[in-house]
C-alpha cells in the first residue's frame, strides 16, 4: 500500500543454480548467524558490521539464485483471480477493482459513486491469514514446537506465507500471487542506495533490521533442516534469503492485528483486498465486526466513480513510512524527528528536576519527537524543557510552594509561562539543539534539492534523499520557532508584563487550548517514547466514527477493535537468538503495503 512497489516481476526457473554442497551452505549459515548474534558494535561502527553481514548474505543469495519458487507472468494477470477468490469467498467487490494509478503503484479505483462513511469494504475471517490458521497448517507441529514462532507471530505469519506459496492447492494462492515479487523497503535497498540514508534518523533501524532478517534467516534455515517436525515442510529443499526476505516484507507492510474469534484476545492478520489501500491524511476508518466476524472497512471521504480510493494508514512519521512501508508520504501530517532528552545525573538539582518531571508522569530521560506542524514540540516536551531549565527556587515553588499540585496541570500548557526566563532559556535551548542536530547531516537542504532534481535518480535513492531533506526542514522550522519564541518572551521580560497565573477556574483551558496543552500531564497521556521501552500506540472506538480512545488492553464490548495503525514488525527479533533471553516484538503503528 502507499506510494510503493513498482514490481520488478521475475520468472521461475530463470537462471540456473550453481553447485552448491549442503557442508558448504552450512558452513555460510553459521557464519552468518555467528555474525548477527555477536554483541552490538561500538558506536560509529554500526555501517561497518552492516557491511560485513551484507556481504555474507550476498555470498548465500549468490549460491541460492535460481532456486527461490517464483511465479510466472505479471502481477496484473492475478488481479482478475484474486476479486473473484473474494466474491467466493463472501468478500465485497461490487464497488471498486484494482488498478494501476503509476507511482503510487496499485490500489483501489471505485466503479461507482461512494459515499463518506459508506460500508463499501468487508472481509470475512475465513480469507485472512492469522496466526491461529498458521498453527492449523502444515507448519502447525513446528510451531508447537518451536518458542521463537510461539514468541513472534510476525515470524510465523512469514513461515504461513512461503509454506503456502510452495502448495499449489492453497486455499490463498489467489491472494499471495496477486503479492508484490520485490518491495521498495530499505531490505531491498542496494548497499549505496542505504548509504544515502547515513545521518538520517532512520538509519539505525534500517541497519538493524537487515541485521534481525539475516540473523532470523540463518537461525530458521538450520531448523528447517535439522527439526524433525520441520521434515513436513515445502520448504525443506528450497528456503533462499530471498525467499524469507520477501515473505518478512510482505508481513512487515501489511500485518494488522484482528481479535481472536471469541474475542478474548488480539492476533496478527494479512487481510487480503483490503491491503491494496493506499495512504492518505485522515481518520481510522477500518475495524473489525465480531458479530459478523469480518474486517469492515467505511469510506475516508466522497469518492466519484474512477477515482481511487484512499485510507489512513495512522500517524506515522515519514521515517517509519520508509522502513516499513517502503515510501515517503510528501504531504505527510504526522512527519517528525526524534530527539533524545535527559537530565544529569550528575547535575545539582538533578533529584528535584526528577520529582517534578515525575509528578508530570515525564521520565527525566526521554525520546520525545520534534513535529512537523505548529507548534513543533507537543505538550509533554513543553513540560520536560520547562522542569529542564528552571531555577532552584522555582523547583522548589513546583515541589512545596502554594498550589504545587495545581501547577503541575499547567506544565505542559503554553497559556502559563514558569517564568519569563524560564521561556527565553527553553525556546533558547530548543533553537540551539535543533540547529546542532542540523550540523550532524552529511548534505544541506539545499543540497538535497539539488540532488532531487536530477532525472536519473533511482527510486529508492529519491526516497532517502526526500527522507533526509524532511528531517532538515522539520528542525529549521523548529530552530527558527525557537528564535521567534525567544525573541517574544525577551520582550515580555523587557516590558515587565504581568506573568499569567493559573487559577482553577481555568481548568477548560488545559484540556481545550492549542497542541501544547491537550491534556494536564499528570494524566500520563505521554505521546512520547522512553527510552528502552515500546511505543504505546493508540487504539480507536468503532470504525464507523475513528474517534480516539485512550491505549489500553481493554477493548469495546462491540469488537470495534481498529486494525489500521495496530500492528508488530517483523524486524524486531530475537536478541540473541538460541539463547533463553528473548527480545518482545516491538508494537508500532504499521500499515499495509499494496
Known sequence: MGKKSRVKIQKSGSGAA?????????????ELLQKCSSAAPSAGKEWEEYTQIRGLVEKIRKKQKGMSILFEGSRDDY????????????????GFTVANFGTEGYGLRATRDIKAEELFLWIPRKMLMTVESAQNSVMGPLYCQDRILQAMGNVTLAFHLLCERANSDSFWLPYIRSLPQEYDTPLFYQQDEVQLLLGTQAVQDVLSQYKNTARQYAYFYKLVQTHPAASKLPLKDSFTFDDYRWAVSSVMTRQNQIPTEDGGRITLALIPLWDMCNHTNGLITTGYNLEDDRCECVAL???????????????????????????????NAHDRVKIKLGVSKSERLYAMKAEVLARAGIPASCVFAVHCNEPPISAQLLAFLRVFCMTEQELKDYLLGDGAVNKIFTLGNSEFPVSWENE???????????????KTYKTTSQEDSSILEKADLSLNCRVAVQLSLAEKRILEKASASG???????????????????????????????????????????????????EIQVEEHSHFLNG????????????????????????????????SSTQKGQKEVANLSAS
Open 424 to 438: 527565553i532559556k527553553m525556546w533558547t535551548f530548543l533553537e540551539t539543539r535543533a540547529a546542532l542536530l542540523l
Open 301 to 331: 471521504q466522497d469518492y466519484k466513480e474512477n477515482e481511487q480510493i484512499y485510507i489512513f494508514y495512522g500517524t506515522r512519521s515519514n521515517a517509519e513510512f520508509v522502513i516499513h512501508n517502503g515510501f515517503f508520504f510528501q504531504d
Open 18 to 30: 550453481p553447485v552448491v554442497t549442503p557442508k558448504e551452505m552450512t558452513n555460510l549459515i553459521a
Open 547 to 578: 474517534d480516539k480512545a485512550a491505549a489500553g488492553s481493554d477493548q469495546e464490548a462491540n469488537g470495534g477493535l481498529t486494525l489500521e495503525g495496530i500492528s508488530g514488525d517483523v524486524d524486531s527479533a530475537l536478541d540473541s537468538i538460541g
Open 483 to 533: 528564535r521567534a519564541k525567544r525573541l517574544h518572551f525577551e520582550k515580555k521580560l523587557e516590558e515587565g508584563a504581568p506573568l499569567p497565573r493559573y487559577e482553577e477556574s481555568d481548568i477548560a483551558l488545559l484540556e481545550n487550548s492549542d497542541a501544547n496543552s491537550k491534556l494536564p500531564i499528570i494524566l500520563r497521556k505521554l505521546e512520547e517514547v522512553e527510552e528502552g521501552q
Open 79 to 94: 488481479f482478475p483471480d484474486l476479486m473473484s477468490w473474494a466474491q467466493e469467498s463472501g468478500a465485497s467487490c461490487g
